[in-house]
């Protein structure tokens, strides 16, 4: 069983056997001489080297060494892993939950995009799609990690008022191009990506290839995509998923999992059996000089119909009671008789159950499971969703602070490679759309805040040490920004502006003089001389 064991696993991580076709060299060549001119730097011409991805004309992408991982298929493994694994359902559902707590804002960068109205119309389209813009990032924080990449279609639309068709209505009416959804396009459905020819590292688009008409024509281009990815790698537009190094810990589990549970199932109410007669258990009847079948005319084998009956009765209520389909059986009781005629005692007909001693076994392969988990856990960087079971054995409160500070590092760099692709697709295609915005010479961002309230201590720490050092946060010309930023950072909701002063700073009153008591000029006393002692004061 661990051999059989053994030789899946080996069988499905094995790479495909690959002949690295290398050009012959007849002779030594020879290379131009590079120099540094200006000339020889500019242009898209000039671009020497590839990113290494292996991919073929016209898009099929084959940069993974195992076969169950390359193409399409990699997706529905993918897809199992999450739904049949629990460890990799548990770490997929921490990356997307992180994810989708985390809020996000314009950021103006400049003062003057605070007044030309940019950053308003970038906020404006964001809370002016089909679906809100929580839908978009709850989408992305589940397809990007398990998947590698989240391809989104850009959807445009004029902002032309209220609308019958709810897809294209608008919130305004200023005629200019907004945002009317980004669409998911699921990864599985992508047939193959489009490079241009005369520029290999050069992306064109995707052919899309899904139900329920599977066009075989569907291109779309980049210009229209915002494609997310979890990790670039050599400039693969699949990325890497999250689960791929929980992919062989996964096999182990999974066929180690089918093993315990046979393991279950036979050890614990075992295998059912039947004693019956030869006669029955071979119906067909055999030449005993030659042992073989006999036949009759038409070359048919002769067989004893009522015993090929009872045969047939009797797998069936093995094959219902093995299922749990027939909780009682019947049998006749009737005993074999030996040479003599006599009864032996032995029935002719029993029903029993053959069981084995690998309950053993179970408790191993409980531990290599776990073991296993602990590895998907570990490759994801989620191994604080283990601590204080049985797996790890428990976990001080200061481990699982890092731990899950370490967690909370990894998703904030997913957040990062978010919005750098949103502003640099989406937002810089969008202010391209509308040419009132040409002039902007800094384009607003859409910024994320920080997914982890900071903790009320480590602040008040940190203001401790700024009043330590004389730095008055109050005395601030923002000194109502800083307030808020603190209060927005440990999780609280933003100050009141009611009964505000228009001055920030604190009004200075005028102090009285102190008044100090003039004290008045005295006679100098002249101690009086020591008596000697034993003598009595003249009265």
């Given at each position: 069983?661990?051999?059989?064991?053994?030789?899946?696993?080996?069988?499905?991580?094995?790479?495909?056997?690959?002949?690295?076709?290398?050009?012959?060299?007849?002779?030594?060549?020879?290379?131009?001489?590079?120099?540094?001119?200006?000339?020889?730097?500019?242009?898209?011409?000039?671009?020497?080297?590839?990113?290494?991805?292996?991919?073929?004309?016209?898009?099929?992408?084959?940069?993974?060494p195992?076969?169950?991982?390359q193409?399409?298929?990699?997706f529905?493994?993918?897809?199992?892993?999450?739904?049949?694994?629990?460890?990799?359902?548990a770490?997929?559902?921490?990356?997307?939950m992180?994810?989708?707590?985390?809020?996000?804002?314009?950021?103006?960068?400049?003062d003057?995009?605070?007044?030309?109205?940019s950053?308003q119309?970038?906020?404006?389209?964001?809370?002016?799609?089909?679906?809100?813009?929580?839908?978009?990032?709850?989408i992305?924080?589940?397809?990007?990690p398990q998947m590698?990449?989240?391809p989104?279609?850009?959807?445009?639309?004029?902002?032309?008022?209220?609308?019958?068709?709810?897809?294209?209505?608008?919130?305004?009416?200023?005629?200019?191009?907004?945002?009317?959804?980004?669409a998911?396009?699921?990864?599985?459905?992508?047939l193959?990506w489009?490079?241009?020819p005369?520029?290999?590292?050069?992306?064109?688009?995707?052919?899309?290839?899904?139900p329920?008409d599977?066009?075989?024509?569907?291109f779309?281009p980049?210009e229209?995509?915002?494609?997310?990815?979890?990790?670039?790698g050599?400039?693969?537009?699949?990325?890497?998923?999250?689960?791929?190094?929980?992919?062989?810990?996964?096999?182990?589990?999974?066929?180690?999992?089918?093993i315990?549970?046979?393991?279950?199932?036979?050890g614990?109410?075992?295998?059912?059996?039947a004693?019956?007669?030869?006669?029955?258990?071979?119906?067909?009847?055999?030449?005993p000089?030659t042992?073989?079948?006999?036949?009759?005319?038409?070359?048919t084998?002769?067989?004893?119909?009522?015993?090929?009956?009872?045969?047939?009765?009797?797998q069936?209520t093995?094959?219902?009671?093995y299922?749990?389909?027939?909780?009682?059986?019947?049998?006749?009781?009737?005993?074999?008789n030996d040479?003599?005629?006599?009864p032996t005692?032995n029935?002719?007909?029993?029903?029993?159950?053959l069981?084995n001693?690998?309950?053993?076994?179970?408790g191993?392969?409980?531990?290599?499971?776990?073991?296993?988990?602990?590895?998907?856990?570990?490759s994801?960087?989620?191994e604080?969703?283990?601590?204080?079971t049985?797996?790890?054995?428990?976990?001080?409160?200061?481990?699982s602070?890092?731990k899950?500070?370490?967690?909370?590092?990894?998703?904030?760099?997913?957040?990062?490679?978010?919005?750098?692709?949103?502003?640099?697709?989406?937002?810089r295609?969008l202010?391209?759309?509308?040419p009132?915005?040409?002039?902007?010479?800094v384009?607003?961002?859409?910024?994320?805040?920080?997914?982890v309230?900071?903790?009320?201590?480590?602040?008040?720490?940190?203001?401790?040490?700024?009043?330590?050092?004389?730095w008055?946060?109050?005395?601030?010309?923002?000194?109502?920004?800083?307030?808020n930023?603190?209060?927005?950072?440990v999780g609280?909701?933003?100050?009141?502006?009611?009964?505000k002063p228009?001055?920030?700073?604190?009004?200075?009153?005028?102090?009285e003089?102190?008044?100090?008591?003039?004290?008045?000029?005295t006679?100098?006393?002249?101690?009086?001389?020591?008596?000697?002692?034993?003598?009595a004061?003249?009265?």
């Amino acid at each position: 069983m661990l051999e059989s064991l053994r030789s899946r696993i080996a069988k499905a991580i094995s790479p495909a056997p690959t002949r690295p076709s290398y050009p012959m060299l007849q002779a030594a060549r020879r290379y131009p001489e590079y120099k540094g001119t200006r000339s020889s730097l500019l242009g898209n011409d000039r671009v020497l080297g590839r990113s290494g991805l292996r991919y073929f004309y016209p898009g099929w992408v084959r940069d993974e060494p195992l076969p169950d991982l390359q193409g399409q298929k990699k997706f529905h493994i993918f897809k199992e892993m999450c739904d049949m694994n629990g460890y990799c359902a548990a770490c997929l559902n921490a990356f997307s939950m992180f994810i989708r707590r985390s809020h996000w804002s314009v950021d103006p960068v400049v003062d003057e995009n605070k007044t030309n109205g940019s950053a308003q119309f970038l906020e404006e389209c964001m809370n002016d799609m089909e679906h809100s813009w929580q839908t978009f990032i709850a989408i992305a924080s589940r397809i990007m990690p398990q998947m590698g990449f989240a391809p989104f279609e850009i959807i445009y639309k004029l902002r032309d008022g209220d609308d019958d068709n709810e897809k294209i209505a608008s919130r305004f009416d200023d005629g200019r191009i907004g945002w009317q959804n980004f669409a998911i396009r699921a990864p599985e459905t992508i047939l193959h990506w489009v490079w241009y020819p005369d520029d290999p590292s050069r992306l064109r688009g995707l052919v899309q290839l899904t139900p329920p008409d599977y066009p075989a024509d569907l291109f779309i281009p980049m210009e229209k995509i915002l494609l997310l990815r979890a990790e670039p790698g050599e400039e693969n537009p699949e990325g890497r998923s999250v689960l791929r190094s929980s992919y062989k810990p996964f096999l182990v589990s999974k066929y180690a999992e089918d093993i315990r549970n046979v393991i279950m199932e036979r050890g614990g109410s075992g295998i059912p059996c039947a004693d019956v007669p030869a006669t029955i258990a071979q119906p067909y009847k055999i030449d005993p000089a030659t042992g073989e079948f006999m036949l009759d005319d038409d070359g048919t084998p002769l067989v004893d119909h009522a015993a090929l009956a009872t045969l047939s009765a009797i797998q069936d209520t093995l094959e219902h009671m093995y299922q749990g389909d027939q909780p009682w059986i019947i049998r006749p009781v009737e005993y074999q008789n030996d040479s003599q005629g006599n009864p032996t005692g032995n029935k002719t007909f029993d029903i029993s159950f053959l069981t084995n001693n690998g309950g053993a076994m179970l408790g191993e392969i409980t531990n290599i499971i776990k073991d296993e988990g602990i590895k998907i856990l570990m490759s994801t960087m989620s191994e604080f969703l283990a601590l204080g079971t049985n797996a790890t054995g428990g976990g001080s409160f200061a481990l699982s602070r890092d731990k899950t500070d370490n967690f909370s590092l990894a998703i904030t760099a997913y957040l990062d490679s978010m919005e750098e692709s949103l502003n640099n697709q989406a937002v810089r295609r969008l202010f391209k759309l509308n040419p009132e915005f040409d002039d902007l010479e800094v384009l607003p961002r859409i910024v994320h805040d920080p997914i982890v309230p900071i903790n009320i201590n480590e602040v008040s720490a940190v203001l401790a040490g700024f009043k330590g050092i004389g730095w008055d946060l109050t005395r601030e010309a923002n000194a109502d920004e800083i307030k808020n930023a603190i209060l927005d950072a440990v999780g609280l909701p933003k100050a009141s502006q009611k009964g505000k002063p228009e001055n920030n700073t604190p009004e200075k009153t005028e102090e009285e003089p102190l008044e100090i008591p003039k004290v008045t000029e005295t006679e100098t006393v002249k101690p009086e001389p020591l008596k000697e002692p034993g003598k009595a004061e003249a009265t």
